[in-house]
């Protein structure tokens, strides 16, 4: 069976450190990878999807990005930080032709 | 590029009582219609999904869900809620190539004793 795996679960970084949080897809192979943001009391906002290695498209000018070095591997990244970069990060994948998106277990993060 | 409404952010309904959470889309083909549960702190669970055929669709937890061309709607339903129904549920559609999903903002729902 598919799985998703997010980490960390919770994050604390000062403004100005650099980002990193990971997400790994296991039991499917080629699928579209998905990074929302959800801030306080909000919706999601989709931040990036993949739909392939090295394929990247950003929703949203923004401080961060993302990379996918391999199939099931999707990286969100920032160089530095930023207090409105606070938020539960979420990685999603789905497989072609409109299937549901599966979620992993969010990040907490929240920039001081 | 599809858009998806939730017009209620807040609802507090009795526990026992019907529940009804509305979500209105914008997609120029025929939509896949999704709807998530979240609890606090946790990532989304699917509920139900539409992609084509009986428009009354059913889902998890006693919901149900119905897709209405005409009004551009798909609205969740429940005919009795109980306590821990209590959370954030979100819509969302997909594009037909399974590639791009759009959720709207939410519906935060409490549950009275």
């Known amino acids: 069976s598919q799985t998703i795996h997010q980490w960390p679960a919770t994050l604390v ?16 192979s080629n699928p579209n990878l998905y990074w929302y943001r959800q801030a306080a009391g909000r919706g999601l906002q989709l931040l ?17 990005s993302a990379s996918r070095p391999q199939d099931r591997q999707f990286i969100l990244s920032s160089k530095k930080l930023l207090l409105s970069d606070s938020g539960f990060y979420l990685c ?13 277990q969010g990040t907490r993060l929240t920039v001081v | 590029a599809q858009s998806v409404t939730q017009p209620d952010i807040h609802i507090t309904v009795s526990e026992g009582a019907s529940l009804e959470l509305r979500c209105n889309y914008s997609y120029g083909a025929t939509p896949y219609l999704f709807w998530y549960v979240q609890s606090p702190g946790q990532g989304l669970q699917l509920l139900l999904k539409y992609f084509s055929g ?6 998890i937890k006693g919901f149900e ?9 798909f609205n969740l339903r429940k005919p009795s809620v109980h306590w821990s129904d209590a959370a954030e549920y979100f819509c969302a559609v997909g594009d037909n190539y399974g590639q791009n999903f759009v959720f709207g903002p939410g519906t935060r729902l409490s549950v009275l004793p």
């Open chain 1, 13 to 28: 970084q000062p403004v100005g450190s650099p980002l990193s949080l990971e997400c790994t897809v296991e039991g499917t």
């Open chain 1, 48 to 64: 990036f999807y993949s739909v392939g290695i090295g394929q990247i498209s950003s929703e949203v000018p923004q401080n961060l």
């Open chain 1, 92 to 104: 999603a994948w789905n497989t072609d032709r409109g299937t549901e998106a599966f979620f992993g």
């Open chain 2, 54 to 59: 009986d428009t009354l669709v059913q889902g």
């Open chain 2, 65 to 73: 869900a119905e897709f209405k061309r005409s009004q551009s709607s």
